[in-house]
Structure formats: structure tokens, C-alpha cells
């Protein structure tokens, strides 16, 4: 039973050379601390020390580097952009493998609208790319500098977009996947010789291995390319932006028209969101709550904090009761009918549609392009923040779980003042291509206060077991961002039919050594 | 108030790896080739180079999970303190990534991992009041020949201070004297110290000797007020901004204006009392120097508290101004423009979000590689744009671009603005 | 074996007559005729788990089939003499149709023909594959990923279909998707959700390991699909040409501009043998038709159903001048009216064997910019091998909203004669080996192209033969289909 010793840094370093691995202390921990850690470590900002850090630069070397890993009975996970609690945080030491030299677009098929990239390659990176040749990805939530990769095979992924780019698992075409036992297995129509173009098949789908509603999160090896769809963009091949930090501010061009529309209640949201999807006008809509929208026009927290004092409870509703939307268009006419459309989607449904003048109107084009002000609307109030409840399903289910998250158990965590208090929902919503509906309960907590931190781990807590049991689904978005199974063991006492031994079976097939590191996948047996 | 590495805990642990730090602001971005704003990781790829790695890190010490080393202070000292960090992370967020890494730095110097290269320029700093290990008496020479008031025993309304760079670099020498022509041709009331000129101590201070600094800045304040200066200026952009910030900031005030050349020729071309007539028939990039730019912002004092609002919203008592990049981007630009036959492109990466040209923060006394790779950098991105010369407003800039050109064979040309200018009389 | 399956599903449910098994011992694919030992026709999921279960404890093959004949795939012929057909087409059960969710939840003998009238009521419509037989299970349709006619609605290979439960080769059921829970499905319904979103449950996509596996890893006693809004008008136009390229262009530049739902480009000899029942009358329609015509179809639905049609109208007709083409109500040969068949189940004769009886078919993925490449060896190989490459239809079906394609060839041949079946069997084998080698993707593998999608990737057949070992260990479903 190997482990870490000095002949595995030694094997690890004859693959990459000297410059790219290290086991300074002060480097190794900056690599057990990302943003959610101390929701997982009792307070703590780093988890488990890895035992080093690597980057390969090939898809050879990983493989060379998993081989490495078996005989050494190492642990280990890929990790590219890791901006989440997934990306980093485990309970015993790995070997992170920071794929930040593998940042390459390989292929960008215009006719076909499909892109290969690694796992490098940013959202912002492939926006700017692909808007050059009239196309952009699916581009989710997680901001500008997520990785494009880590949102389609590896994790999961929800957008302002995701109206016409729908899920990030669902954009998955072919993928190189360097599995935990070092071999490469070209999913799809890679594997056929075929391109890049389909990931499922021949037979049954592998990809439905690789990752199913969540991704494995590091779990299951390595994917080092990754093809992905793209979808149409009517607008220029590169955005006029004006103003300065921290506002930036893009020039709406032709082509597009963002709205803000307000609703007396939750029924006629719901009634909006069915009529505006069926009629697919829209390249986004997004619920943002209350506080993303005030986000976008303030330089500092103390700003906002200030513009949020002032708001009444009404005034607060009213934001949170409001959708973004943005429409684009390839001509003069479709836009008109599109127009047309929205409002009498938005009469029919007695909302209001708020006057914008162009500079909100970019403010809002730039957030919902490319999930501009993520970081901001998320982090910048206190700190962090985390999903308490988390759904999926059909539209209404989804505005459902959301008030009844805050009914039931945010309200009286806001109340405390240990998170972020609101006078009304607390909520980011989106809509797929496919008509489902996804829904966040958002906490805002402070991760340099222990208390606040404790309150965002009991809300946690409380949304695994709310979620199981008002049967909207497994919470932490069916374990894709769910510590060592929790959200699944608080599920799993009511499911008729378990299905995660299924996902451990796989795990154990696929990685019978257990090394490609689980924390925010499964354990390979029930007890681990 | 006065900030010490401790007092960024609390920033240290709200950074959420987000790694904006590492690009230029996202909504600006347009060309893969040169998206990026941290040198640092650039080069030592892995997180802790970058502006929120170091938070990260720094935390880490603060925690007891790792000590001061020498590995640590490498990483701490393999930055160019170029701001990039700062600007890009304030886009998003309310943290101070760029105070951290000064502090980092105290932090290194106070606990005596020191580098050597740095040592030796502090050395030559206590001996010969210069950063260039050159003999204070050999100070003044860049102004041989030149009829200009000796402020050591003259009077003048401005002080033309040259600073450590163009006073001991030979090959900049050319830049310092048109600068200082220029406003004697247009008959400005200045002079120089001469061998009397002191090291401003911006430099000491990136570096982490807060200690030189202090000494350095209270001696540059009190010379002025002796000496009754009323304006100085300065061609080198780190002198303008040690004068019009650090100092500041660390309390050493004086009643000088203190401008940069550009803005001081701005102003005489505006009067009139500069006119550029001949053609200058070059396609040029504007380089924003870091100490001209996104680090020249003023200095806001602030005393006051994290307080915490509905319940977990964390603002300031009173409100804490944000520093983000405004510095003196469009005087340059202005001045170029107004060049006759001069055609000016820009670059993908400028402004608050320019790439480094890698000489900062004692990088280019203790890492001459680094400074280099990253300069070169900077040219192939001049290239992209099709600019024949790139042209800064600093001499260690301009000095670190001519070395890159002669080690990697560029074919461009490197100039300050004051040779355009000169150029165009 | 009777009595045991007797006492699982039933008396007069279990079938052994030597017509009855013959029916199910071949199709009208090249596959080895291999005759089954018995039909059962399950009334419900709990005589399928027993059966199941008793195959396990017997070791006997089960082949699963849902659809009425005739089957052209051979994915329903046994590989293994004495498998038992495990017929559910009498499962016909709409269990339930959600308008606001735009699903419904059906059995796996529910034919499109069944479902259309009662989506209709509804608001609703099936999204479907072009013309499929009046017997075509739905949901057999969607497992084995066969593409629909409206690529604008097809976001990826999954869809539409959505949660299912399944019975395994293992015995074990699961509910996949969102429908994995937790709770029973009734709470979950009562709960608001729709069994709407097919990925999952938590980090395996159930769905993708039981689409396309040709029966292989269990059976699906209910699946609940995606539909689309009933148009309240729907208009129709074609768009024809003398060579293909400039419709795949106009192809890609509607789905690119996301007009109209419906959307797929047939060629003279297949668009003749949609629209006719009889030979002769095919010959005479395809002797009229141009070469190659594009079927654009844009639903009136929604708010303003006429000035949606209007204004795409507008957009496409626009589009088609750009390229030389015109948008039309009628070519030589059809109008629109008589083209609104191809929106429908196919009635009469399906539709492939009325020319000769028997079609020689070959499908696959690409991009449809190779479309034309490969069109061009097919016929190359047709005259090799003495094969009137006139008689070759193609159909063409942009899918994953035009990012890739479902090419199909059908050649007819008579079924009736030998030589000639000999003959066309030649001619697709060598098709599929030179198709495979230009890059065509198998993604659905039956019969021999199985050899040619898994001769070249090792790992997928190694991890598809892990898969098959979780779900179904005993080995009992339909093997010798794909790889296992």
C-alpha cells in the first residue's frame, strides 16, 4: 500500500520536469482553499493539504501522471478554473493536477457550430472566439473566467442563456477522456473516428457514465478536450465596451433589446415564463432576485448596501418578482415581431416592463452574455455564498421550491442575522431549452465569521433534508455540489428506488483502485 | 490609517479563487493572444504567483500553516507589484489584493528573507542615495552642457526631477536632457539638483523597506519645502507616482504639485508654448506605464471600521474609497495625437488593464529573466497591433523594452514620449 | 417454460405457434433468421419483473420489442435460439399528458398513431421521426435515438425523451431522470414536477446508458416524452434543386436563424416512395420531381401564429433568393397538400417497401456539409456492384439543431427474389465498411455495423461491456447485439 513518498514526486517530476510540480507549503495551500471550503471544514478556509501540485501539459503526461498515481495508490483530480467548493476541498491529501497549461481552443467549426477546447479554455476566452464567426456557448453562471469544460462534462452548469444554449451537460459532444486507469477512451464519434460531433453512441452512451444530472467532479479521470455546441449570435463580432473599472459598460448593438419585467405575484411569473418558452423568443431570461439587479449599478458593497437600505419591503418584492430578459434577433423584422410578442405576453400576464435606457440595457446585455457581475452579485456582499435549496425539474416546481425554501426555514435564517437578511426571496431562476426550470435558494455568509459560516452549513443541511422532503428532487444540485454524499444521504431513506449504488458500481468499474478523488462524487463503497 | 498584514485577514478569507485576478477585466477582452494580466503566473504558473494566490498564501503564514522561507519570499518577490491584480479583483469584488502583497512584502523584509539583489540596491541607496549602484557624485551628469538652474544654490518655481534611472542610465540620458530642453525651450522656470537629487524611495518601498522609505520621503518633502519648490516634475513615472502617492498615503505631506512630464507638456502645448510642427511619420502603441497609470490613482486617507449591515453586508464606517486604476491615461494619448503624421494604434491590453512592462517591484534587479520575458511580451503585443515603435512615458519601461528588443531581435523601436515629442518640435 | 411463463402473464399470453414465432425470427434486415422459443405479451411491470427474474434463474435471452412489425433493424431477432420475445406492444397505456409541461408519460406499445389524437386534445403534438410506421412504438423510437423532423426542438441526442422506468436485466427497477426522486411518482406529480428532465438521477445519466442499446441492458415499462405545441396552423413549403449543396446550405443557414420546426431534405426516390402506396406511381411521380427537394414546415402556434408565419416566411424566402432557390407551394410533381403526409405516421404500406418490398437501408451521423461526399461513394459503390444508383434514396435529417446529421440511404430491392437480397447485402456491408472509413458515425449500431462502430475504440467497447455486466450480469438481454 504505497503512498506519497519521494520516489512518486521523483516519478511524477521525470514527467513534467522540475518547473511544474512543487510541494512548497505555501504553494500546496493555495490549492486546498476555494471559495466554499469553510462550509465543509467546520469554519476552517483550507481543507486537507494535497500532497502536491502538478501540470502537465499532454494528454500523454496525464495519462502518465494517473499510471503514477495507481502504482502509488495516490490519489488525485484534475482541476482547471476551480472556482467552487468541488474544485479543491477534500477530506484526505491528493494530487491536484492543474491543467492551466492545457488552454487551447483546438477547433472552432463555424458551419457545424461546434468547438473543441481544453480544459483551460475560459467562457470569456471562447465568447470572444466565437463571436468573431457570428456563434457564442453556452455560457453559465459561474462568470467569465469558469472553465468551458468544467460546465459540460465535469460539473454542471445553469445560465442567464440557458433559455436558447439549455443545459451544460446537455452541450456535450465528443470528449477525450483519459480514464483512472490511464487509458483513452474517445467518447462518441471520436471513438468512431467520426469528429468531434456526437458524443453518444455507438450503442448505448458512455457519456451517460462519464456524467449524469451532475458531472463527477473530478471523480471519474480526466477529460482533456471537450467539444461542445454553439449557437447562433445575431450580434457584432466584438462588443463596443465603454467606462472604466469596476463598470464597464457594453454598447447595446442592433439585434438585441433587454427587458426588465415586473409581476404582481408568483402565478403570473410562472404563466410568463410557459408563454415567453413555448413562444422561443428569447436568448436568456433570468429570475436574478432582488439584490443581482441592484449589483449591476454599484461600484462598492457600501453603495449597494445603501441602495438596498432604501428599498421597501414593496420595492424589494418587486425586484425580486422580476425577470430579465433578452431578446436578439437576426433582422429588423423578426426583432418587431419578437417585440410585439413580448408585450403582449407581458399584458396577458399583467406585468410591467420597465423603461431601461441604453446604458442599463448593456449593463444587462454584458450579465447576461457573459455572466459579467456573477462574481459580484454572489461574493461581493458578504464575502460568499451558497445554496441552501437547489431544483430542477418543471417550471413550476421550481418557483415553488423557492418560496417554500424561504417559508420554511430562510426566513428564520435571515431573521438571525448570522446571513444576509432579506425581506423577500432570495433567489437566481433560470429556464432550459428543454422547458425545465432550475432554481437556486440563494445564502449570502460571511466566510471570516465563524458564526456566519455555521448558519450556512445549518441551512445547507436543512435544504438536503427539506428538498428529499417535499419530493423536489435530491438537494446541492443532485450531488454535484454535495460534501461526501450529504445531500444524497438525506435523500436516500426516501428514494423507491436507489439508483446511487448504480453510480458507485460505475465508479468502482471504471476506477477500481478508488483513486480519481470523490469527494463531490461518490464513494466506490458504502461505507467510504 | 495605517494597515499591516494582519489587518487583511479578513480579506484574505473572502477570497473565493475566483482567478479574475490572473486576467484583464472579461468585459474587455478581445484577442486570446493577450488576455491576461499577471506576469507572475504567466511565468510560475501556479496559483500562489497570482494576486489571489498570495492572499491565499499570506493567510496561510498568518494561520501558522506555513513560515516566512526562502521559497516563500521567492514567490512573494516574483512580482512586478504592477497593480493588475488589484484592478481586475476590484472589478468584481471589494478586497484588497495589491495592499496584501505590499504587506507581504514588509512582511519579508521584517522577518529578514531578503533578496540579494535587493540588498545590494539598498545598499547602494544608504551609500549613494540611488537604487542604480552608481556614485552619488556622478548624479547630475545626465544634464552636462545644459544651461539649467542648480536649485542646490539657485531658485526656480519647478523642479525637474530626473530620478534614479535617467540620472545613472547612459543610454536614457538623450530622453532626460529633450525632457528637460523642452521646458527650458519653452521657458519654463526650472531647474535640477543636480548630484543633490535623491532617490525618491519608491522603489525601497515596493520592494518592502518601508523603513528607507520613510527616510527618503521625509528627506525629498523637507528638501522641497526648503528650497521653496512650489512644482516638481519628473519624466520617470515611478518618481511621480512615490511623489503623488506613497508619500501620501505613508502621511509625508508637502504643498507641491507634483506632475508627470506628460501632463506638464500637455499643459504647454494647450498654452501654446509648445507647438509640434514637423511630422513624425510612425505608427506607434502607447504603452501605459503602471506608475503613470493604474497605480497613480490619488491616495485616499480613511480611518474607520468594517461594519456589517442587514445582517452579514459588509461596507465601511465611513465609506472607504475603492481604488481602482484612475490614473493619467488620456494626457499621453492626447499628445500623441497631436503629433503631426503620427499614427497611433492601441493595444489589447491598456489603461487600468495594461500588461506590465516587467521592470517593477525589484523584478528587474532580482529576476532579469522575468523582466525580460515579460517585456518581450509587451512586444509581440505592439507587433500584433502593427506598431512600428512602442512608446512609454517611463524609463523603466522604456529601459526594460530595449532590452527585450536586443534579446529577442524586435525589430521595434522603443521611445518615451518626450522623444516623440522632441521629434515633433 | 410455458407453464412458468403462463403463470407470469397469463394464459393466451404466451405464444409458441410456429407462425407466430416465424414472425419474430427475422426481419427485414440481412440478420440471421433465428426463431425465438416463446412470445409473451406482459400485461404490466410486475409480470416483467418476474419474467425477468425467472430469465435470470433460467439463463434465457430476452428480447424486448415494442413495436408492430415490420421491423427493419434486426435489433428484435434473436441472436440465441430459444429467446424468449418479450412483446409489449400491448401495453398501451397514455398514462398521463401535461399540457403545461408540454410531456407525456406513456407504455412502450403506445404508437404514434395513438398518441397524436390524444396529445391533440390536449394542445400538444408528438415531436417524430419522419414517417414512422403506423406500429412504431414512441418510445422505442426515442431509446433508440432515432431523430425527429423538428431539429429546432432537438438539443441534444437524448431528447425528447425524458424519465423512464426500466426494468434491468438484474431485476431491478429505476426510475430515471428526475423521476429517481425521491418519493413515489404520485408524490412527486402532487409535488408539482412533470418527470420532465431525463438526465440522472445524481451523476450517471440512467437515460444514455439505456438509449441505444437495442435492448441490451433491460426493459422500459413507461417513459415519459417531450411534445411540442399544437400549431393552430402549420405551413408547408419546398425548396427544390438540381444538386443538394445549396439545400444543405439553405439547411444550415434556417437552423442558424432558428426558423420553422420541421426540417429535412429527401431526394426524388425517397420523397417519390413517401407520397405513393404503388410502384408505378412512384416511378411516375420521381420521374417529375427534381433531384432533390428540402421540406420546410413552420408552425403556426402561440400568440400570433399568422405573423410568425408570416414574418419566417419572409426570413426564409429571403435566405432561399441568396442562394439561388425559391421557396414554393408547389414543384413539378407535389404541392403542399399532398406533402402534409410526410408529417404524419406513414399510412398503408410503410412506406420504404413500396417500391420493391424490400430496402436496403443505411443510416448514420455526420455533418451535413460531408453529406454530399458520402452520397457520391454511395453510388459509386451502388455501380460497383451493379446497383441502379437512381433508385437510391437519401434522406437527410439535420439534427442537434443542425449541429450534425442523420443521413439515411434506402435501397429498394425485391424482396422476394434472393439473388437480389444476396446482392443488396453485399452492397451495404460495403458500404458501411467505406462509410465507416470516411468518417460516417454508426451511433445507432445494428446488425454488422456494429463490427465496424466498435473495431476502433477499444475502451468503449471494454467500458460499454462494463456497463452491460452492472445492469444486466447474467447476460440475458438480447445478446449479441452491439458488443456484447
Known amino acids: 500500500m504505497m503512498s506519497f513518498t519521494r520516489d512518486t514526486y521523483q516519478a511524477l517530476e521525470d514527467i513534467v520536469g522540475s518547473e511544474y510540480i512543487t510541494q512548497n507549503p505555501e504553494v500546496l495551500d493555495t490549492y486546498c482553499f476555494v471559495w466554499g471550503t469553510e462550509l465543509m471544514t467546520n469554519g476552517d478556509k483550507f481543507s486537507t493539504r494535497p500532497h502536491a501540485v502538478i501540470m502537465p501539459e499532454t494528454v500523454e503526461e496525464i495519462q502518465a501522471i494517473v499510471r503514477v498515481c495507481n502504482r502509488y495508490n495516490v490519489k488525485y483530480k484534475a482541476f482547471a478554473t476551480g472556482f467552487e467548493v468541488v474544485a479543491l476541498t477534500a477530506a484526505e491529501p491528493f494530487l491536484p493536477i492543474d491543467l492551466r497549461r492545457m488552454n487551447r481552443i483546438i477547433e472552432i467549426d463555424e458551419k457545424n457550430r461546434i468547438a473543441v477546447v481544453e480544459p483551460y479554455v475560459s467562457q470569456a476566452e471562447l465568447f470572444v472566439e466565437t463571436i468573431k464567426k457570428g456563434l457564442r456557448p453556452n455560457v453559465l453562471g459561474a462568470g467569465p473566467s469558469a472553465s468551458i469544460l468544467t460546465g459540460t462534462a465535469a460539473h454542471m452548469g445553469s445560465g442567464p442563456q440557458s433559455i436558447s444554449t439549455d443545459y451544460g451537460g446537455r452541450n456535450l459532444l465528443g470528449v477525450e477522456w483519459v480514464l483512472p486507469d490511464g487509458e483513452i477512451l474517445r467518447l462518441g464519434s471520436l471513438g468512431c473516428d467520426a469528429g468531434w460531433i456526437n458524443g453518444d453512441g455507438p450503442g448505448i452512451s458512455l457519456r451517460g457514465a462519464l456524467r449524469g444530472y451532475g458531472g463527477a467532479n473530478g471523480g471519474l479521470g480526466i477529460f482533456t478536450k471537450v467539444a461542445t455546441k454553439l449557437y447562433p449570435h445575431y450580434g457584432p463580432k466584438k462588443f463596443e465596451v465603454g467606462g472604466r473599472a469596476p463598470n464597464y459598460e457594453m454598447k447595446i448593438p442592433e439585434g438585441f433589446s433587454m427587458h426588465v419585467v415586473a409581476f404582481p405575484g408568483i402565478k403570473q411569473m410562472k404563466d410568463f415564463v410557459h408563454l415567453i418558452y413555448e413562444e422561443a423568443i428569447c436568448f436568456g431570461l433570468e429570475r436574478p432576485g432582488m439584490f443581482l439587479l441592484a449589483m449591476a449599478q454599484t461600484e462598492t458593497n457600501s453603495e449597494l448596501a445603501q441602495l438596498m437600505e432604501s428599498m421597501s419591503k414593496e420595492d424589494q418584492e418587486t425586484a425580486s418578482f422580476s425577470l430579465i430578459i433578452g431578446l436578439d434577433a437576426s433582422s429588423e423584422r423578426e426583432m418587431e415581431y419578437k417585440k410585439k410578442l413580448l408585450g403582449m405576453i407581458i399584458d396577458q400576464t399583467g406585468g410591467t416592463d420597465f423603461p431601461l435606457g441604453e446604458k442599463d440595457e448593456g449593463i444587462l446585455l454584458n450579465s447576461m452574455l457573459t455572466g459579467q457581475f456573477m462574481t459580484r452579485s454572489a461574493f461581493r456582499m458578504t464575502g460568499s455564498f451558497a445554496l441552501a435549496a437547489v431544483g430542477e425539474e418543471s417550471i413550476d416546481s421550481s418557483f415553488d421550491l423557492v418560496t417554500k425554501a424561504y417559508k420554511g426555514f ?79 444521504k438525506a435523500a436516500r431513506p426516501l428514494l423507491t428506488h436507489d439508483f446511487v449504488k448504480y453510480i458507485r458500481k460505475i465508479k468502482a468499474a471504471f476506477d477500481p483502485n478508488l483513486l480519481s478523488e470523490s469527494s463531490f462524487y461518490v464513494a466506490g463503497k458504502e461505507d467510504g | 490609517m495605517v494597515m499591516i498584514l494582519e489587518d487583511y485577514k479578513n480579506n484574505m478569507m473572502r477570497c473565493t479563487r475566483c482567478s479574475y485576478c490572473k486576467w484583464i477585466p472579461h468585459p474587455v477582452m478581445s484577442d486570446l493572444r493577450f488576455t491576461g494580466v499577471c506576469p507572475s503566473i504567466e511565468k510560475y504558473h501556479f496559483h500562489g504567483w497570482s494576486g489571489g494566490g498570495k492572499q491565499i498564501a499570506a493567510l496561510s503564514l498568518l494561520q501558522g500553516r506555513t513560515e516566512m522561507s526562502e521559497s516563500f519570499a521567492d514567490m512573494v518577490y516574483q512580482c512586478q507589484m504592477c497593480g493588475g491584480c488589484d484592478v481586475s479583483c476590484k472589478v468584481e469584488r471589494d478586497l484588497e489584493p495589491y495592499e496584501v502583497l505590499q504587506c507581504l512584502r514588509f512582511r519579508c523584509v521584517e522577518t529578514g528573507q531578503l533578496l540579494d539583489a535587493h540588498t545590494e540596491v539598498m545598499e547602494s541607496l544608504k551609500k549613494e542615495d540611488n537604487t542604480m549602484l552608481g556614485l552619488k557624485s556622478e548624479r547630475g551628469d545626465w544634464a552636462e552642457g545644459i544651461a539649467v538652474k542648480n536649485l542646490s544654490t539657485e531658485k526656480a518655481e519647478v523642479l525637474f526631477h530626473a530620478g534614479c534611472r535617467y540620472s545613472f542610465d547612459k543610454e536614457l540620458h538623450p530622453t532626460a536632457r529633450a525632457g528637460l530642453k523642452l521646458l527650458l525651450n519653452a521657458g519654463v522656470d526650472v531647474g535640477i539638483m543636480g548630484r543633490e537629487e535623491v532617490c525618491c524611495g519608491g522603489r525601497s518601498y515596493e520592494m518592502g523597506y518601508k523603513g528607507e522609505f520613510l527616510k527618503y520621503a521625509q528627506s525629498q518633502s523637507d528638501l522641497w519645502k526648503a528650497k521653496g519648490i512650489k512644482t516638481v516634475v519628473t519624466p520617470c513615472a515611478e518618481c511621480f507616482q512615490a511623489f503623488s502617492v506613497l508619500y501620501d498615503k505613508e502621511k509625508i505631506t508637502s504643498q507641491v504639485e507634483i506632475l508627470h512630464i506628460s501632463t506638464f507638456l500637455d499643459r ?70 497631436s503629433i503631426p503624421g503620427l499614427k497611433m494604434v492601441e493595444m489589447p491590453r491598456k489603461r487600468e488593464y495594461a500588461w506590465c512592462c516587467g521592470s517593477g517591484g525589484g523584478v528587474k534587479q532580482a529576476f532579469p529573466d522575468f523582466a525580460m520575458e515579460t517585456a518581450a511580451k509587451r512586444l509581440k503585443e505592439a507587433e500584433a497591433v502593427g506598431a512600428e515603435a512602442l512608446v512609454s512615458a517611463c524609463p523603466w519601461c522604456k529601459h526594460n523594452f530595449m532590452d527585450a528588443v536586443v534579446d529577442s531581435g524586435s525589430e521595434m523601436k522603443i521611445y518615451d514620449i518626450i522623444d516623440l515629442v522632441a521629434q515633433a518640435m | 417454460m410455458v407453464n412458468t411463463l403462463e403463470a407470469i402473464v397469463g394464459l393466451g399470453n404466451v405464444y409458441n405457434q410456429r407462425e407466430i414465432l416465424s414472425d419474430y425470427s427475422s426481419d427485414e434486415s440481412f440478420t440471421l433468421p433465428v426463431r425465438p422459443g416463446s412470445v409473451v405479451k406482459p400485461r404490466n411491470r410486475g409480470e416483467v419483473e418476474l419474467i425477468i427474474k425467472w430469465a435470470n434463474e433460467t439463463s434465457t435471452p430476452l428480447i424486448p420489442v415494442s413495436s408492430g412489425p415490420p421491423h427493419f433493424n434486426g435489433d428484435t431477432v434473436p441472436q440465441v435460439g430459444g429467446s424468449i420475445i418479450v412483446d409489449l406492444s400491448g401495453l398501451k397505456q397514455i398514462i398521463r399528458i401535461d399540457r403545461r409541461n408540454r410531456v407525456a408519460t406513456i407504455e412502450p406499445g403506445v404508437t404514434f398513431s395513438e398518441l397524436i389524437p390524444a396529445l391533440h386534445k390536449e394542445g400538444l403534438a408528438p415531436l417524430m421521426p419522419f414517417m414512422p410506421r403506423s406500429s412504431k412504438s414512441v418510445l422505442t423510437s426515442f431509446l433508440e435515438r432515432q431523430p425527429t423532423t423538428a431539429p429546432r426542438f432537438h438539443w441534444e441526442s437524448m431528447d425528447p425523451l425524458c424519465s423512464v422506468e426500466v426494468v434491468y436485466g438484474n431485476g431491478e427497477i429505476l426510475w430515471t431522470g428526475s423521476a429517481g426522486g425521491p418519493g413515489s411518482v404520485e408524490e412527486q406529480l402532487l409535488a408539482g414536477r412533470a418527470l420532465m428532465r431525463g438526465m440522472g438521477p445524481g451523476q450517471v445519466d440512467f437515460n444514455r446508458l439505456l438509449q441505444g442499446a437495442q435492448g441490451t441492458m433491460g426493459i422500459v415499462t413507461w417513459g415519459t416524452v417531450r411534445c411540442r405545441p399544437l400549431p393552430k396552423a402549420q405551413k408547408i413549403y419546398l425548396v427544390s434543386s438540381a444538386s443538394l449543396v445549396p439545400l444543405i446550405e439553405m439547411a444550415y443557414r434556417i437552423t442558424y436563424k432558428k426558423l420553422g420546426e420541421d426540417l429535412f431534405i429527401l431526394n426524388r426516390s425517397d420523397l417519390a416512395s413517401a407520397l405513393n402506396q404503388k410502384k408505378e406511381e412512384i416511378v411516375s411521380l420521381k420521374a417529375d420531381l427534381p433531384p432533390w427537394i428540402l421540406v420546410l414546415g413552420i408552425d403556426g402556434a402561440g400568440l400570433l401564429p399568422a405573423e410568425k408565419i408570416g414574418y419566417q416566411e419572409k426570413e426564409v424566402a429571403e435566405l432561399a433568393r441568396q442562394l439561388g432557390l425559391k421557396l414554393k407551394a408547389k414543384i413539378p410533381g407535389i404541392d403542399v397538400e399532398a406533402a402534409k403526409v410526410l408529417f404524419h405516421p406513414c399510412g398503408g404500406m410503410y412506406w420504404k417497401q413500396r417500391y420493391s418490398g424490400g430496402s436496403g437501408d443505411l443510416f448514420f451521423l455526420t455533418t451535413m456539409d460531408k453529406a454530399d461526399g458520402f452520397i457520391k461513394k454511395m453510388k459509386e459503390l451502388a455501380v460497383a456492384h451493379e446497383y441502379d444508383p437512381s433508385n437510391i434514396g437519401v434522406y437527410i435529417q439535420p439534427c442537434v439543431q443542425g449541429t450534425n446529421c442523420h443521413l439515411e440511404f434506402n435501397c429498394p430491392y425485391a424482396s422476394d427474389n434472393p439473388d437480389d437480397k444476396k446482392k443488396m447485402k453485399e452492397l451495404m456491408h460495403q458500404v458501411a465498411v467505406e462509410i465507416a472509413k470516411m468518417g460516417g458515425f454508426f451511433s445507432r449500431p445494428y446488425g454488422e455495423w456494429s463490427s465496424v462502430a466498435y473495431g476502433r475504440d477499444i475502451q468503449t467497447v471494454l467500458g460499454q461491456r462494463k456497463i452491460k455486466q452492472i445492469f444486466d450480469p447474467n447476460g440475458i438481454m438480447n445478446p449479441g447485439k452491439l458488443c456484447f
Open chain 1, 410 to 488: 430562510l426566513k428564520d435564517a435571515m431573521d438571525s442575522g448570522k446571513i444576509l437578511k432579506l425581506d423577500t426571496e432570495s433567489v437566481w431562476q433560470i429556464v432550459y431549452g428543454d422547458g425545465v426550470g432550475h432554481c437556486e435558494s440563494i445564502i449570502f455568509y460571511d466566510p471570516a465569521d465563524l458564526e456566519s459560516t455555521k448558519k450556512a452549513v445549518e441551512c445547507l443541511e436543512k435544504g438536503d433534508e427539506m428538498v428529499a422532503k417535499w419530493r423536489l428532487g435530491i438537494n446541492s444540485l443532485e450531488n454535484a455540489l454535495s460534501y461526501k454524499e450529504s445531500a444524497q
Open chain 2, 268 to 337: 504647454l502645448i494647450s498654452d501654446g508654448k509648445i507647438t509640434l510642427k514637423k511630422s513624425v511619420p510612425i505608427t506607434v502603441a502607447y504603452h501605459d506605464p503602471c506608475h503613470l497609470g493604474r497605480l497613480s490613482e490619488p491616495w485616499v486617507h480613511w480611518e474607520g471600521r468594517e461594519v456589517k449591515v442587514l445582517g452579514q453586508s459588509i461596507i465601511y464606517d465611513p465609506p472607504k474609497n475603492k481604488r481602482t486604476g484612475r490614473g493619467a491615461y488620456d494626457i499621453p494619448r492626447n499628445i500623441l495625437g
